[in-house]
């Protein structure tokens, strides 16, 4: 008899984290690694923040909060939407969980019942997958592909739907890509989703503000869906806040109180200090979080010339957060005449023991051509990177 149960077993291990934990793991023998597996900001979390946590402990907001946040938490966050968005909610459609990540398996658990479908445009983050497993629904994917710039079309999700779809999760700026959507292309998105009434959308942009084409667009902006649609956002990308642990959401007020419902048996309230930082976080300047994106946008631009002068490697500009997203399938079958690549995951691996360098295989996304990279580290990190990378794909021939 088997202690644990079918639905751990079968649940996927993190490739992100599972990828860190290597390079942790090589790091602890004495060894260099150059870590590009994470999606974490190299920088310090903006002091202002800091320093409205530190009056939060000494303000007394040590006690339990209430299950969907503080009310002018939320309030800040409403007037955030208003300001940043143009879009309008109010307090009770808004549920503050303990990061992003909750934040969705919330709505996957609240709104998917087994069987039901749920449309993923690949490459996709990791977790959706996984957390539409957990609630017994299915995986739709929509493949896109780099010559589309992993875009789906409005044609090509029209194609996918059928009874039994639910849900479309996907994130502008994309986790992995770096794609970002056009107001014009969300528009006809939004179309083919407004005329299938029990199809709703999880738009998770939780990197809104590493946008290096213009200005964000939301698919709740059009009126004629805004009812179906599950706005997801959070602190740990734009504001260096990963450790801090808050997402949040602006939806329809039934689906915001079923999540409340069931974050009230899984965690409750997220943390108190968390809290009031993130309403100096939301309602004080964003200048810290502007030059994050500048130094971002310029690592972006080293990469991609980093990148473009490796042999058989298919570049991709991203648009958005601090990926990119390498089409390395040229590489697949070939040797160093000890190690054979069968696969992008073979090559993901064949990266960590030569090069000393993290990735993630996109066959963890839903592409088996890509590779991730994350560039949210140092400058001198990623030109080492660079050159240790072009000198171990050299080796297969």
């Given at each position: 008899m088997n202690v644990l149960s079918d639905?751990?077993?079968?649940?996927?291990?993190?490739?992100?984290?599972?990828?860190?934990?290597?390079?942790r793991e090589l790091q602890q023998k004495g060894v260099n690694v150059i870590n590009l597996s994470l999606g974490e900001p190299d920088f310090q979390t903006p002091?202002?923040?800091k320093d409205a946590a530190k009056k939060a402990i000494d303000d007394g907001y040590t006690f339990y909060t209430p299950v969907s946040g503080y009310l002018d938490l939320r309030q800040a966050i409403c007037a955030k939407f208003k300001r940043e968005n143009g879009l309008d909610y109010t307090p009770d459609q808004i549920v503050v969980s303990t990061g992003a990540k909750q934040s969705i398996i919330n709505v996957v658990l609240c709104m998917v019942n087994p069987g039901d479908e749920v449309i993923l445009p690949a490459p996709y983050w990791v977790s959706y997958a996984a957390m539409v497993e957990l609630a017994e629904g299915k995986v739709v994917e929509l493949p896109t592909g780099i010559e589309k710039n992993f875009k789906m079309t409005a044609q090509q999700l029209e194609a996918a739907i059928t009874p039994k779809s639910k849900l479309i999760i996907f994130s502008s700026p994309s986790n992995p890509t770096g794609m970002v959507y056009t107001k014009d292309e969300l528009h006809d998105?939004?179309?083919?989703?407004?005329?299938?009434?029990?199809?709703?959308?999880?738009?998770?942009?939780?990197?809104?503000?590493?946008?290096?084409?213009?200005?964000?667009?939301?698919?709740?902006?059009?009126?004629?869906?805004?009812?179906?649609?599950?706005t997801v956002n959070g602190l740990s990308k734009g504001f260096a806040m990963t450790g801090w642990r808050l997402?949040?959401?602006?939806?329809?007020?039934?689906?915001?109180?079923a999540c409340d419902k069931m974050q009230g048996q899984f965690t409750s309230g997220t943390c108190s200090i968390t809290q009031r930082a993130a309403i100096a976080a939301l309602n004080e300047s964003l200048a810290p979080t502007i030059e994050m994106r500048e130094a971002f946008h310029r690592r972006r631009d080293l990469v991609l010339s980093l990148l473009a002068?490796?042999?058989g490697i298919k570049g991709y500009t991203p648009e958005g957060a601090f990926y990119v997203f390498s089409d390395m399938s040229s590489f697949i079958?070939?040797?160093?005449?000890?190690?054979?690549?069968?696969?992008?995951?073979?090559?993901?691996?064949?990266?960590l023991d030569k090069a000393y360098i993290s990735t993630v295989a996109g066959s963890q996304f839903g592409d088996d051509q890509c590779i991730r990279m994350s560039y949210a580290?140092?400058?001198?990190?990623?030109?080492?990177?660079?050159?240790?990378?072009?000198e171990a794909l050299a080796q297969l021939k």
């Open positions: 639905r751990i077993i079968n649940l996927t291990e993190s490739a992100t984290l599972r990828m860190a934990a290597l390079a002091q202002h923040i998105i939004a179309k083919v989703i407004a005329a299938h009434p029990n199809l709703y959308i999880v738009s998770d942009e939780i990197y809104e503000h590493i946008n290096y084409s213009g200005k964000h667009e939301s698919i709740a902006q059009f009126d004629f869906v805004k009812d179906r649609v599950i997402g949040y959401i602006g939806a329809p007020v039934a689906i915001a109180k002068d490796i042999p079958g070939k040797t160093d005449g000890t190690t054979t690549i069968k696969d992008i995951d073979d090559l993901s691996m064949y990266i580290t140092s400058e001198d990190k990623l030109i080492e990177a660079g050159k240790r990378l072009k």
